[in-house]
T-cell receptor, first 111, second 115 residues
Framework: NAGVTQTPKFQVLKTGQSMTLQCAQD?????MYWYRQDPGMGLRLIYY???????DKGEVPNGYNVSRLNKREFSLRLESAAPSQTSVYFC??????????FGSGTRLTVV | TQLLEQSPQFLSIQEGENLTVYCNSS?????LQWYRQEPGEGPVLLVT?????EVKKLKRLTFQFGDARKDSSLHITAAQPGDTGLYLC???????????????FGKGTLLTVNP
């Protein structure tokens, strides 16, 4: 099993450009999450989806949108990238247990 | 806001040494989890502790949940270079149960074990 797959692994954007980060899980999990990880700030929740068809804001949602396309896929979109969105982005999923399964991350630089 | 404070922030030791890292909060948690994150990868779940006073062992790693469920510790015996990584503790946000379940994370302890 692949677990949680994120694409792309690396991306450089110019300020104002848009892009979509893709996330897919093959564990039949209901809940999916997007976090960003910054030095000294830890992991901060951007958006989450408790189940297919629902999405909710987390701690730092401004500048982002999400789509839960189906049970497997949860995408994160930056409509107009800003340098403050330079970060490492992690997607995670959760099944019946308490623990998360994380993807390997997308390293985004906005110049 | 529930905060999880981890200490120390950085720890560099020699292979074979023992170490303990801490995760503390002023809030009570129903459970706490520990993750390890290696460079360039996502966090990987190591253990979940649920009962106050609970001790769990994973090979050379010993995890303890405080009696009052406000703190946890991770003790590594005879550390090896393969233990190098960022150790994160996490607990469920208040009122986040069922399908609304969300974790809040500490900022982590960055451990380096030198050969």
């Amino acid at each position: 099993n692949a677990g949680v797959t994120q694409t792309p692994k690396f991306q450089v954007l110019k300020t104002g450009q848009s892009m979509t980060l893709q996330c897919a899980q093959d564990m039949n999990h209901n809940s999916m999450y997007w976090y960003r990880q910054d030095p000294g700030m830890g992991l901060r929740l951007i958006y989450y989806s408790a189940s297919e068809g629902t999405t909710d804001k987390g701690e730092v949602p401004n500048g982002y949108n999400v789509s839960r396309l189906n049970k497997r896929e949860f995408s994160l979109r930056l409509e107009s990238a800003a340098p403050s969105q330079t970060s490492v982005y992690f997607c995670a999923s959760r099944g019946a247990g308490r623990g998360y399964t994380f993807g390997s991350g997308t390293r985004l630089t906005v110049v | 806001t529930q905060l999880l404070e981890q200490s120390p922030q950085f720890l560099s030791i020699q292979e074979g040494e023992n170490l303990t890292v801490y995760c503390n909060s002023s809030s009570v948690f129903s459970s706490l989890q520990w993750y390890r994150q290696e460079p360039g990868e996502g966090p990987v779940l190591l253990v979940t502790v649920v009962t106050g006073g609970e001790v769990k062992k994973l090979k050379r790693l010993t995890f303890q949940f405080g009696d009052a469920r406000k703190d946890s510790s991770l003790h590594i015996t005879a550390a090896q270079p393969g233990d190098t990584g960022l150790y994160l503790c996490a607990g469920p946000e208040i009122n986040s149960g069922g399908s609304n379940y969300k974790l809040t994370f500490g900022k982590g302890t960055l451990l380096t074990v030198n050969p």
